[in-house]
Nanobody, 135 residues
Framework: QLKFAESGGGLVQPGESLRLSCAAS????????IGWFRQAPGKEREGISC????????FYADSVKGRFTISRDNAKSTVYLQMVGLETEETAVYFC????????????????????????????WGQGTQVTVSS
């Protein structure tokens, strides 16, 4: 069973930075695409950044492009999300999720995984970590 432990959330002021971590257990992260998603109260879940099994394959939502950086350390079974220039409207619970490359269709693009989340039987979600941006 895929399990994640997200950490690194907290309370920051607008313009500040945070680094989130998504530590995997129970599976070999090397073989999975990993994504970061967020959901604010009353809003739909938003995929913000995803990384393929190759660290050079990344996707960013327009809302975070240039400010957030996703990376993976397979030796530590951890994916990171470095966030800079946080804004108050980015207050949300941040989740990580994993899925096999290609998803259920075996041909799903990384961007689709980032927009829709896992869709294969092997996909899984973490419990989330709260990020609050407030002055």
């Amino acid at each position: 069973q895929l399990k994640f432990a997200e950490s690194g959330g907290g309370l920051v002021q607008p313009g500040e930075s945070l680094r989130l971590s998504c530590a995997a257990s129970g599976f070999t992260m090397d073989y999975y695409e990993i994504g970061w998603f967020r959901q604010a109260p009353g809003k739909e879940r938003e995929g913000i950044s995803c990384i393929g099994t190759s660290a050079s394959n990344t996707f960013y939502a327009d809302s975070v492009k240039g400010r957030f950086t996703i990376s993976r350390d397979n030796a530590k079974s951890t994916v990171y999300l470095q966030m800079v220039g946080l804004e108050t409207e980015e207050t949300a619970v941040y989740f990580c999720a994993a899925d096999l490359p290609g998803g259920n269709s075996r041909s799903r693009q990384l961007s689709a995984f980032c927009k829709n989340g896992p869709d294969s039987d092997f996909g899984s979600w973490g419990q989330g970590t709260q990020v609050t941006v407030s002055s």
